[in-house]
């Protein structure tokens, strides 16, 4: 064996620095690529938030505009009646906040009854179907009587029907 070292000692030295020449040209071989190109302007690419109003549904949407138009109502309602009262002279604050509390008053009790009326509605509409099974025959009665024995810290039962 010592003979076969001594013999080719040129050749696995040949062979060695060619191996490591190779490592070394795979190692100068990029592994990675950037493309510099711009990306498109229009397709795959994901949604970007927009400024102004968020996406919704449109149902919330119409909840949202719904809301709006009524406070800018509502404002202008009471703008207007506090001018009455500034003008006539009567601006008592007493008066002015029940005027103020009094839409608040009546409608808060009828937006939770029709609330109310309208969750039993669908509560009503969400119930299973009504079914009625009638079966006809003879029936036989089974009477099993069951001896239960639990014992021990770790309770086991064993039921055992009777011979």
């Given at each position: 064996?010592?003979?076969?070292?001594?013999?080719?000692?040129?050749?696995?030295?040949?062979?060695?620095?060619?191996?490591?020449?190779?490592?070394?040209?795979?190692?100068?071989?990029?592994?990675?690529?950037?493309?510099?190109?711009?990306?498109?302007?229009?397709?795959?690419?994901?949604?970007?938030?927009?400024?102004?109003?968020?996406?919704?549904?449109?149902?919330?949407?119409?909840?949202?505009?719904?809301?709006?138009?009524?406070?800018?109502?509502?404002?202008?309602?009471?703008?207007?009646?506090?001018?009455?009262?500034?003008?006539?002279?009567?601006?008592?604050?007493?008066?002015?906040?029940?005027?103020?509390?009094?839409?608040?008053?009546?409608?808060?009790?009828?937006?939770?009854?029709?609330?109310?009326?309208?969750?039993?509605?669908?509560?009503?509409?969400?119930?299973?179907?009504?079914h009625h099974h009638h079966y006809t025959g003879t029936v036989v009665q089974d009477q099993r009587s069951v001896n239960s024995t639990t014992r021990g810290v770790w309770a086991s039962t064993r039921n055992q029907l009777p011979k």
């Amino acid at each position: 064996m010592n003979t076969q070292r001594q013999q080719h000692p040129a050749t696995l030295d040949t062979q060695a620095a060619q191996f490591l020449a190779a490592i070394d040209e795979a190692m100068r071989t990029p592994t990675h690529y950037r493309d510099p190109s711009p990306l498109p302007p229009t397709g795959p690419t994901p949604p970007v938030p927009q400024p102004g109003r968020p996406p919704m549904s449109s149902k919330a949407t119409d909840d949202s505009v719904r809301m709006i138009s009524a406070g800018f109502l509502t404002l202008c309602a009471g703008g207007a009646a506090s001018g009455v009262l500034h003008f006539s002279s009567n601006a008592d604050p007493t008066v002015i906040a029940l005027i103020a509390a009094a839409p608040i008053g009546i409608a808060v009790p009828i937006l939770a009854l029709t609330r109310l009326i309208r969750g039993a509605k669908e509560a009503a509409e969400a119930l299973p179907a009504e079914h009625h099974h009638h079966y006809t025959g003879t029936v036989v009665q089974d009477q099993r009587s069951v001896n239960s024995t639990t014992r021990g810290v770790w309770a086991s039962t064993r039921n055992q029907l009777p011979k």
